[in-house]
Structure formats: C-alpha cells, structure tokens
C-alpha cells in the first residue's frame, strides 16, 4: 500500500466540490474541526451535518475512526474525515464527556483556543498559568480513551507542561516554527525538541498569518523551514496540518477570533483594516494542490521515504498508536 | 457456545451487588433502560455514569453493541448491557440524533411511554391517532441506523401501524398478553399475532401489575401463559424482558410515571392507597431466579430448544438482525 496522504487539520465550508478536490488530491485523510466555541449540544448538531455529508456522498467520504481507516480509504477511493475540536467547550466542565466523544468519533481537542480554558492558557494571554486542575484530570482522561492532546493554539508554559504530563505523545497539529515566522501562534525550538524527543507531531500550516512574508511565502521557503524544523526535531515527526478555511465567508473568521467571549472586536492575527481571512499563497489554495508542496520537500533535499512520511505516514504512524484506548 | 441467557428489560438501581447477581444467574446480556423522561443532555449523563461502572467493574459487565458481544459476553464470563430508552425523549424534536444515539450504543426506543409523544400515541391516552408525521421520519431513521421500535408502553393502533410501517421487525420488550391479564400495558391477540407474522418479539414481563394475580402470580400461570402466547405467535418469538427495577426507591416509580408533564400525580398502574413498587413474585426477585422460569417452562411442555430460545436464544437471533444498518 503507496504511503497515504493526510491533512491534519481543515474547517472547510464543506461541500460535494471540496470533497471531490480532496479526492482529486489524492488525500486519503483529514482531521477536520467540528467545534471553535460550540458547546457540546451545539456540537453534536455539527456531527450530525457531517452525518448527512456522510450519508448523501458515501463514495467520496465517511468518517475515519482509528488508523486502519486511512487504509480503507486508500483501498475504496474515498477521503477518511477524523474529528476534532480547537478548544474544550465541547466538554463544558464535565469530564465525563471526553469518553462520549471518543465514542462519537472525536480524535484531537485542543486545550484552549488562544484564550484561558479550564484546562490550560492560549497563546494570547498575558499569564501562561500553566495546565489547571481540571486540566490535568482531562489530560488523563484523553490518555486513556484515545484523544490527543492539541496544543496548537496553547501558550509555552502550557504546551511544555502537556507535553510532560501526558503519558502518550501529543500534538501540535496546525502550527509552524517561530524561528521561521516570530507569529504569537508559531512555536518556539524549546517546545519543538520537547515535541519531537516524546514522540509528538507537528503539523506546518500554509495559514498565511503563520507564514514568513504571509500571503506572498514562497514554496521554497516553507519546505526549507520544515527541513530545518526535521534537522531540530526530526523529520519522522513532522507533517502537515494546512489549516485550510477553504470557501468560508469572513463571519467565520471573526466567530473563531470572538466566540461568545468579547462584545468588542478582536483581530486576532488580522487587524482592523484586514479582518477577513487573508489570501492563501499561491501554490495552495486548495486540496489539489498538495503535490506542490510534495515536489518542493523532494528539491530541498528530503528523501522519497521521508517526503512520504511528511505528506502522510508520520500522520498514520501517529493515529496508530494514539486513537484506541489504552492499555 | 451454550445457548445465551438474555434478560431484554431491566432498570435497577445498579450496583456492584446487581452486578454480582447477573453472575450469578448466568445472564449473557441485559437491555437496560437509560431514560425515562430523560433530555438528551441528561440521557447522556446517563450513559457516563454506566461508562463509569464499566470502568470500575470490567470483569462483571461491559457495554454491548452487537449480537457478537453477547458470544464475547459468554467467553468471557461477563453480562453485556445493551442501552434502550423508554421514551424517545433523549433525541428531542432532533431526527438526527437518531444516529447520534445509535453511535453511543442505544439499540432500542420506544417511540412512547403511556402518553402522546411526538411520534406515536401512549396506551393511557383516550384516544390513539397513530404514528405522527415526525413518527414515520423518525421509524424509517430508526431502521436505517439499527435502532429497534420499542411499542411496550404504546396504544394499539400506534403499534399496529409501527408493525405495518417499520421495513425492519419490531419489539414489545416488556409486557405480556391481555388475554391472560387485561392490563392497559399488555397486549391483545390481533397485535400479538401481527408482531409474530412479522419476526417481531415480545418478552415477557414479570413486573407485578403485568401479572395475573399481580405478586400473588405463580411461576406455573407464567409459564401457562408463554405457552398459550406460543400456540399465537410462535414460540420462536418470544423472550423475556423482566421489567425488573431492583432496588429502587419508590421515588423512582414516581418519576417513571410522572415525568415532568404533569403537576398532580399520576398513580399508572398503582394508585393512591398503593403508590410504590409491587411485591415481586415469589418466585422471581433478581437475576438469580432465572432459573425459576427456565425449569417451570420445561414443565409445561416446551421442547430443550424452545426453552432455549425463550430464555435468550431468540433475543440473540433479533439482535442479530436488527443492531447493523440496513443494507
């Protein structure tokens, strides 16, 4: 079986056209968000939309629960969807919900999404208290069902902290280096090594704000700085996680920024005068264009096995070991 | 593999020592009710709390979701407990969280509990108007997923059409037959013979105000009345569903029948010089007593393999083909 191809993290505004250029981009899987600030009923409701999905296109997708449905994609010609959450509000404050989202299918929650959770501190706070109580226990409780732990969108203290207490390896599923882009969102080479001597994953994003000369990186650039991030943590650890918002309106971008937390306006990486989502480089756009990025890993220098690993195995390798319950 | 043994109908007060006693009376598997008057929200607290006695007592029980967990349950020396509501509550006025359940495990629902619902009429009501408009949507939803029709508390006609409208066989998990005790909550001959024609199955329900004679009912009428049940629909059709509520306070059989619709008490089947939970019968306390049945059904007339089928054989056969999707 060929290495598959995976993104590990979008949130689309899912259609039978994005489908189908997932299929004609030969991306056998996709962790998707299904919740920025939802609460767990509100939740629920995105998993049944993606139900619908699942029942009207069930040649093009169907949802990807543990590692050998990457498989099943590659062998049946269809895109495996695994879910996932960039804050814990699905969980609200009870702990009990992290193994009745396992059970529905939930393989990645981050533990903030840029501000204070109950669990651990975003990247855009003043104070990284670190993982709180409840964080802990929730820590644990993802450990033992099968969840990973996501620190993407996480401040240092906190990411360092995950990356100790958790007995499995985590993930950074959509972030890129600060050597590379100095972004709030962006991490530091302390939490890279961290992340790569525990197993953990790093997935680049070709979000713009997360990219060195934003909209206008080259390919180039973005496959030299994943060679020099293998160099730092090595190459088995990394892949790609695009952070693609294909085809959403920028009310999209301003609820992932505002929630229900603020009544002001917060930018996020944006600002005032560019609100909106900024626009994707030119070498992707979309899921056709992953060989892109593929031919660029093979020029700077990376070998046809760990071009594989980075498009896709090291993904596979990663769900293998982390979606089934412990022990 | 021995024959299972299979209790389709419990509602204890669950503890260790419930259990221990599903053990010791050799019972493969049990369809526990997890809502009465339950939301969804407060169905899947329901189901967190049985995730943590599974937790705690993973030698004596785990969740079952297909037929093959009861093989699992028998090799492993363990009772599957299969959830089922009474009550289409836990999904709302949300034909979506239909799937969204049969993900979390619930295999079976009734579509009432002895009042009007929104999808069929309850066996109090005066006057039964049949499945409803969102009944019809919600039965074929039912089918599509593998989620069993549950008429137990349900009018006539309400059943006669989910018999005649659902594409898969349906259950009446608990109640007996009104020619043997013309309670509001058993059966007549015409849908008995219906769900028979049908595949359907009905299993027999020791609850006391089911029973002729009430607590007073002796093991040999019971096993009298199963016979007669068999010479109308097949002996083939028939498992028991013991309706038991061990150890529960006589709050709980208020709740039952009191829900949150209505501000007077409703008695059901007690009444006010008599509110709480019925006597047993002598002859069958807990899920040790199984035995009792078993022996009196050899007694009158059954054949090795019937009594077989009866105490779990046939249930299994029904969970076999009524737990997968269609198709």
């Known amino acids: 079986m060929k290495t598959p191809r995976i993104d590990n993290l979008q949130y689309a505004n899912w259609s039978e056209k994005v489908f189908r250029q997932m299929r004609e981009g030969g991306v056998d899987a996709v962790h998707v968000t299904i919740a ?5 009923r509100e939740t629920v409701l995105n998993v049944e939309a993606f139900n619908r999905w699942f029942e009207q296109y069930p040649d093009l997708i169907f949802q990807g629960k543990y590692a050998s449905d990457v498989k099943l994609a590659q062998e049946t010609g269809r895109t495996a969807i695994f879910f996932g959450f960039q804050n814990p509000s699905p969980i609200e404050d009870d702990i009990g ?26 990247c855009y706070e003043a104070t990284d208290s670190g993982i709180t109580r409840m964080g802990r226990e929730v820590v644990s409780e993802m450990n033992r069902v099968g969840m990973v732990i996501d620190m993407s969108h996480s401040g240092e203290r906190s990411t360092m902290d995950a990356i100790e207490i958790s007995r ?24 890279l090594k961290a992340l790569g001597e525990t197993g953990g994953m790093l997935g680049f994003s070709m ?25 730092l943590m090595g190459a088995e650890n990394l892949g790609i996680g695009s952070d693609l918002c294909q085809d959403q309106p920028d009310s999209v971008v301003t609820w992932m920024r505002n929630g229900r937390w603020t009544k002001t306006i917060d930018y996020g990486e944006g600002s005032a005068s560019a609100a909106g989502f900024p626009d994707q ?21 990376f070998s046809d096995s760990e ?21």
């Open 168 to 191: 499995r390896p985590i993930a950074i599923t959509h972030a890129n280096p600060s050597f590379w882009h100095p972004a709030l969102r962006n991490k530091s080479d302390t939490v």
């Open 281 to 301: 480089p030119s070498w992707f756009h979309d899921s056709r264009d992953f060989g892109n990025i593929e031919a660029a890993l093979h020029k700077v220098g």
């Open 36 to 40: 920025y600030h939802e609460n767990f």
């Open 97 to 122: 919900l992290v193994e009745i989202w396992h059970t529905l299918g939930a393989r990645f929650m981050q533990l903030t999404y840029n501000n204070q959770s109950l669990l651990a501190t975003g």
């Open 307 to 327: 071009v594989g690993g980075i498009m896709g195995g090291n993904w596979l390798r990663f769900y293998d070991r982390s979606f089934k319950p412990e022990g």
């Open 207 to 231: 979000y713009p704000h997360h990219l060195k000369d934003g909209s206008d990186c080259t390919v180039e650039s973005f496959a030299q700085a994943i060679a020099k991030t293998a160099d």
